[in-house]
C-alpha cells in the first residue's frame, strides 16, 4: 500500500469538496443522544445588509473551534446561525437603491409597498454574509438559520413587549433624546461614536436687562441653539456675577428675557464662569433645567433644519444658519470673539453625521428593575463563582459599569423597517399593548372605545436581539430544544457591543426565563491595521478576509488570527501575515505526506504479527528512545490543549500544536527515523513499529489540528484511513469532523527519556552551529567529539544515541568520554553542565582564506552600522521620519553590534585553530 498525495497543497482544489461533504453528510446538525450532553453556540447575527470582514473572520473562527472542539468531545453541539434584520443600516441602503435606479422615495412610495421592497431586497441579498461564512468553514447548522424579523422571532419581540408592558416597563414620554437628523430616527446612546473635531468657540454677549452697556459673555460651539435658551447659569460664589442673580439678561436677536440662575455646577474658572442654559439640545442643561424648572424650548425640526422658534431663521439647514447667524452677530457687535476649539462631537454610528441632542416623544423601557439580576449574575457568590464569567475577566469591568450607571431605554425608531410596535389607540388616543393584530370592530380592553390606529414607530433593532440567544430556540413556546439546550455554553463577540448587546441578553433572559443566558462570553480581539488604526473604508486599510482566503487558503487564515490574538488584546494585520498560516499547513502537508508514502506494505505486515504483538503495538508499547521520547510528548501536548481550549485559550494552544508539529515532530522525530523507514535499519519490527507511531502521531495532531484547521486535516485524515483502520482495528467514523477528541496515553516508564534526547538535541545543535559558524559544506562528513562534565552524563549518549546524532549531523564518527582532551584545529561548542563538543577542521578548511573572508564582511558590518549611527545623530531626521522607520534604524543597529561581536569571536577562534593547524 502506498498512499500517494500530491506534492503540492492547493487548498483550493479541497476547500469545496469536503465543506459540501460535511453538509452532506449531516455533520453539523446536533445529534441528540440518550446520556449526550448539550453545548449551544449563539452566533451573533450579522446584519443582513453586511459583508464580511475581519471581526467577523476572526469570531467566527473562534466559535468554529470551539464548536469542532466540542463535538470531538463527544457534546450534542448546536451553533446557531442567523441574520439581524439591522433596521436603520437596511432602511437606508434600500432608500438609496430606489432613488438611485426608480427615483422613488419611500414616502411617494407609501409603507406597505416600501416595506415589500426592502423584503425583496433581503431576499436577493440577505444571505451574502452566511455564503462567505461557509466559505470560511464554519460548521453552523444552516438548516436552522434564523433572521430576527422571521415569523417565529416576530411572536417573540411581541410577547416580550407585551409582558414589559404588563409590568408597567414600557412607557411613553419626552425625553432628551440622540436624533440623526439625516435618517430622522432616534438612536440610543450606545449607537453613537465620538469624533473629534476642529470646531470653533463663539464668545456671545448678552445684554443685561435694565443695566444698558452690562453684558455677560458665554461660549458656545453651537451658536444656533441660542435660539432655544432659557437661562444663563453662573456660580452661586462668583462675586462677578452676585447681583445678577434673580435678574436676566437678553437673548440676541429673538429678545427674550432669560433668567440668571445660580447652579453650584458651573465651574467659575473656566472660560467666562457664565454658561448658556439650553434644555432642549444639551444633555447636561436638560439636567439642568429639570432642576430648576426652566421651560423646553426646541429650535430644530426632525430634517435637521430650524424651526419657527429661530425667528428669521425659521427654515434654514441648522449647519447653514451657523455662519450667517454669527455674521449677524457680529454685525450688532454681540461676538466678542472666536477662538479654534477641538472638541469630541457624537455622530450617528449609521449615517455617520452629528447628532443632534432633541426633546421628543418616545418609548422607553425602565431598566433598573431589569438590570439589577444581570449584575449579579457576573458578581461571584459565597463561594466565589460566578453564573457568568467573561473571558478575559477584564472585560467584566465594562459590562457592570455599564448596568450599574444604566439609563432607560429608548425603543422606538422613526423608521418603517422593523418589528412595529405593538401598541394600539383608541379614538381618544388611549394606548395599548397586543399580543395579536386587532380584528375589526376590536375596542380597548379598558375603554371599550373603538381602536383605530397602530403606533407608526418600530423598535430598536436590539430590541429583538436582545431576546437571540432563546428566542431562536422556539420561546415564548416551551420547546423541547429550549429545554434541552439552554442556557447555552458559549458566546463570542466583540468589546464594542458588551453593553449593547451581551448585558441585554442577559437582562432579557432572567427577565422572561429566569435564568442565565449562556455560561462563558469570550470578548475577542479587535482586528486593526498595520499601525495600529482600526480598519474603516475611510481610511482604505481594510483587509479582505475573502481574498485572503482565495490567496492563501482557508485553513492559513483561520490559523493565523487566533495565533496572532492573545488574551483579547488587539491585532496588528498586515495581509502578509497570513503567510504564517500557509507555511504552517505546507510544512503539514509535505510531512504527512512523507509518512504516508513511506507506509508501503504496511496493512499487510501489521496483519500477520500476531495478535498479542498487534495490541501491543497499539498500546504504545515502543522501546526505541526517539518513539518513547515523541509519544510522551504527544501525551503531554494532548493533555495541555485541551484543557487550554476547555479555557478558551485559543492563541496560547494553537501555539502549542504549532510548535509541537513544526519542531518536534517535523524537524526532530521524521528526521531521525529515516533510516528505519528507509532501508529498514534496525529491522523489519523495528520500522513496521516507526511505522505505527507516525500513524498514532499524524493521527492525534489532526484531530487536534481540525477545530483550527479543518479543511486540510479532513484530506489527509482521509488518506491515512486505510493504515489508521488498520491499527485501530476498528470502523472508522465518517469523517474526521465527528471524530473523539485525542486523550493518548503515554508509554510507560519514561524516566530519563526526556533528559536523554535533550541532551542529543544539545550535542546536534552545537555541531549544526560550527557547521554553520564555518560555512561547511552540510554534505561534508565530520569527526566529532563530546567531553561530558561527568561520565553520568557520558552515560546519556549510548550507541543508538550516538547513531542518531550522526546520522542527523553526517558525522563519520563520534568520540564521547569525561576525559577526552581538546583536539588540535577542532572548534568548540560549549553544551550545559560543564559539556563541550568539538569537530576537527583539519583539512576541511583555509583558515587563512577563511579569516580573509570573515574580515571583509566585518568591514561591511562596520561601515553599514557607522552609516545607520550617523542617520540617528542627524535631530531632524529622528524628528521628520516616520517613528516605525526611525525605530527599524535602531533595531539595525543593534543587529549589526551583534554581528560585529560574532565576526571579531570567530576571526579570534580561527587565528588560534590555524596556529594549532
Not at 476547500?15 to 449526550?36: C, D, I, L, M, T
Not at 438548516?143 to 416580550?160: I, N
Not at 449574575?377 to 455599564?402: D, H, M, T
Request: aromatic share 10%; charged share 25%; hydrophobic share 40%.
Amino acid at each position: 500500500m502506498n498512499m500517494e498525495m500530491p506534492s503540492r497543497f492547493e487548498a483550493g482544489a479541497i476547500e469545496n469538496k469536503w465543506y459540501q461533504f460535511w453538509e452532506e453528510s449531516g455533520v453539523f446538525a446536533p445529534a441528540k443522544a440518550e446520556g449526550r450532553k448539550p453545548f449551544a453556540i449563539m452566533m451573533p447575527p450579522p446584519n443582513v445588509t453586511g459583508a464580511l470582514h475581519m471581526g467577523h473572520a476572526l469570531n467566527n473562527t473562534l466559535q468554529d473551534i470551539v464548536a469542532r472542539f466540542k463535538r470531538m468531545q463527544g457534546f450534542c453541539v448546536l451553533w446557531q446561525p442567523g441574520t439581524d434584520h439591522a433596521g436603520i443600516a437596511t432602511q437606508a441602503v434600500v432608500e438609496k437603491k430606489l432613488w438611485l435606479e426608480q427615483g422613488k422615495s419611500r414616502e411617494a412610495m407609501g409603507r406597505e409597498a416600501f416595506v415589500a421592497e426592502v423584503w425583496k431586497w433581503k431576499e436577493q441579498y440577505g444571505s451574502t454574509i452566511l455564503n462567505q461564512l461557509r466559505r470560511l468553514g464554519c460548521s453552523a447548522d444552516w438548516s436552522r438559520t434564523r433572521f430576527t424579523l422571521d415569523a417565529g422571532l416576530s411572536l417573540a419581540v411581541r410577547e416580550s413587549f407585551v409582558r414589559l408592558w404588563e409590568r408597567g416597563l414600557i412607557y411613553r414620554g419626552a425625553r432628551l433624546i440622540n436624533w440623526d437628523c439625516k435618517l430622522q430616527t432616534a438612536v440610543s446612546d450606545d449607537e453613537i461614536e465620538q469624533s473629534e473635531i476642529k470646531g470653533h468657540l463663539w464668545y456671545i454677549r448678552y445684554n443685561v436687562s435694565g443695566q444698558p452697556g452690562r453684558y455677560v459673555v458665554v461660549a458656545t460651539t453651537r451658536p444656533e441653539t441660542m435660539f432655544g435658551d432659557t437661562a444663563v447659569a453662573v456660580h452661586p460664589e462668583d462675586e462677578r456675577y452676585a447681583d445678577l442673580i434673580g435678574n436676566s439678561v437678553i437673548l440676541p436677536i429673538i429678545g427674550r428675557e432669560l433668567p440668571v440662575i445660580a447652579d453650584p455646577s458651573v465651574e467659575k474658572e473656566f472660560g467666562t464662569g457664565a454658561v448658556k442654559v439650553t434644555p432642549g439640545h444639551d444633555p447636561n442643561d436638560y439636567e439642568r433645567g429639570q432642576r430648576f424648572g426652566l421651560p423646553l424650548v426646541n429650535v430644530l425640526n426632525k430634517d435637521g433644519t430650524l424651526n419657527e422658534n429661530a425667528g428669521k431663521y425659521h427654515g434654514i439647514e441648522r449647519l447653514k444658519a451657523r455662519p450667517q447667524l454669527v455674521e449677524e452677530l457680529k454685525a450688532l457687535g454681540l461676538l466678542e470673539k472666536i477662538e479654534d476649539h477641538v472638541h469630541n462631537v457624537p455622530h450617528s454610528d449609521r449615517s455617520k453625521t452629528p447628532i443632534e441632542p432633541l426633546v421628543s416623544e418616545q418609548w422607553f423601557v425602565a431598566m433598573q428593575q431589569l438590570a439589577a439580576p444581570a449584575i449579579a449574575a457576573v458578581k461571584p457568590n459565597e463561594e466565589g463563582v460566578r453564573e457568568i464569567r467573561f473571558v478575559p475577566e477584564r472585560w467584566e469591568s465594562v459590562y457592570l459599569q455599564w448596568l450599574e450607571n444604566v439609563k432607560d431605554w429608548c425603543i422606538s425608531r422613526q423608521l418603517w423597517w422593523g418589528h412595529r410596535i405593538p401598541v394600539w389607540y383608541d379614538e381618544d388616543g388611549e394606548s395599548v399593548a397586543l399580543r395579536e393584530d386587532p380584528g375589526h370592530g376590536a375596542v380597548h380592553p379598558k375603554t371599550g372605545k373603538p381602536l383605530v390606529r397602530q403606533d407608526e414607530d418600530v423598535l430598536d433593532t436590539w430590541a429583538s436581539s436582545w431576546l437571540w440567544p432563546f428566542s431562536t430556540l422556539g420561546w415564548p413556546e416551551d420547546t423541547p430544544d429550549l429545554e434541552y439546550f439552554y442556557p447555552t455554553g458559549f458566546l463570542s463577540t466583540d468589546r464594542g457591543i458588551i453593553y449593547l448587546w451581551v448585558a441585554r441578553m442577559v437582562m432579557a433572559s432572567y427577565a422572561f426565563l429566569d435564568k442565565k443566558p449562556f455560561e462563558v462570553v469570550n470578548i475577542h480581539a479587535t482586528v486593526l491595521d498595520e499601525h495600529g488604526r482600526r480598519m474603516s473604508k475611510s481610511l482604505g486599510n481594510g483587509i479582505d478576509p475573502i481574498e485572503m482566503i482565495d490567496t492563501w487558503g482557508v485553513d492559513a487564515v483561520r490559523l493565523t488570527l487566533p495565533l496572532l490574538t492573545n488574551e483579547g488584546q488587539d491585532i496588528k494585520l498586515a495581509a502578509t501575515r497570513f503567510e504564517m498560516g500557509r507555511n504552517f499547513c505546507n510544512k503539514l502537508w509535505n510531512a504527512c505526506r512523507f509518512a504516508l508514502s513511506n507506509l508501503e506494505g504496511f496493512v499487510e505486515t501489521f496483519r500477520s504479527l500476531p495478535p498479542g504483538q498487534q495490541e501491543s503495538l497499539r498500546l504504545g508499547q515502543v522501546t526505541a528512545l526517539e518513539d518513547r521520547y515523541i509519544e510522551g510528548k504527544l501525551a503531554a501536548v494532548a493533555t495541555r490543549v485541551t484543557i487550554g481550549l476547555e479555557q478558551f485559550k485559543f492563541n496560547e494552544f494553537g501555539q502549542t500544536l504549532y510548535r509541537y508539529v513544526w519542531d518536534e515532530f517535523c524537524d526532530w522525530y521524521l528526521e531521525i527515523i529515516k533510516p528505519r523507514l528507509y532501508d529498514g535499519k534496525g529491522g523489519s519490527l523495528s520500522k513496521l513499529t516507526a511505522q505505527v507511531v507516525l500513524i498514532r502521531q499524524i493521527d492525534v495532531i489532526l484531530r487536534m489540528l481540525h477545530p483550527y484547521v479543518p479543511f486540510i486535516t479532513e484530506e489527509i485524515w482521509q488518506n491515512l484511513r486505510p493504515a489508521l483502520a488498520t491499527l485501530c482495528g476498528e470502523t472508522l467514523p465518517v469523517s474526521l469532523a465527528v471524530a473523539p477528541w485525542p486523550a493518548p496515553v503515554a508509554p510507560a516508564g519514561l524516566s530519563g527519556v526526556d533528559e536523554r534526547f535533550e541532551f542529543l538535541r544539545e550535542v546536534v545543535r552545537g555541531i549544526r552551529n560550527i557547521r554553520s559558524e564555518h560555512n561547511l559544506d552540510r554534505k561534508t562528513e565530520l569527526h566529532a567529539a563530546v567531553r561530558t562534565g561527568d561520565a553520568a552524563t557520558a552515560s546519556l549518549l549510548g550507541p543508538d544515541e550516538v547513531s542518531i546524532i550522526c546520522h542527523l549531523v553526517r558525522l563519520s564518527h563520534l568520540d564521547v568520554s569525561p576525559e577526552l582532551p581538546r583536539p588540535k584545529a577542532a572548534a568548540t561548542f560549549a553544551l550545559g553542565s560543564g559539556s563541550e563538543v568539538y569537530v576537527s577542521l583539519a583539512g576541511l578548511i583555509d583558515f587563512a582564506m577563511e579569516i580573509k573572508r570573515l574580515q571583509q564582511s566585518r568591514a561591511k558590518a562596520a561601515e553599514a552600522l557607522e552609516k545607520t549611527e550617523a542617520k540617528l545623530r542627524n535631530e531632524s531626521y529622528v524628528q521628520k521620519a516616520p517613528a516605525e522607520v526611525v525605530q527599524k534604524d535602531r533595531d539595525r543597529c543593534i543587529e549589526l553590534k551583534d554581528e560585529l561581536l560574532r565576526t571579531d569571536k570567530h576571526i579570534a577562534e580561527l587565528v588560534v585553530l590555524s596556529e594549532e593547524g
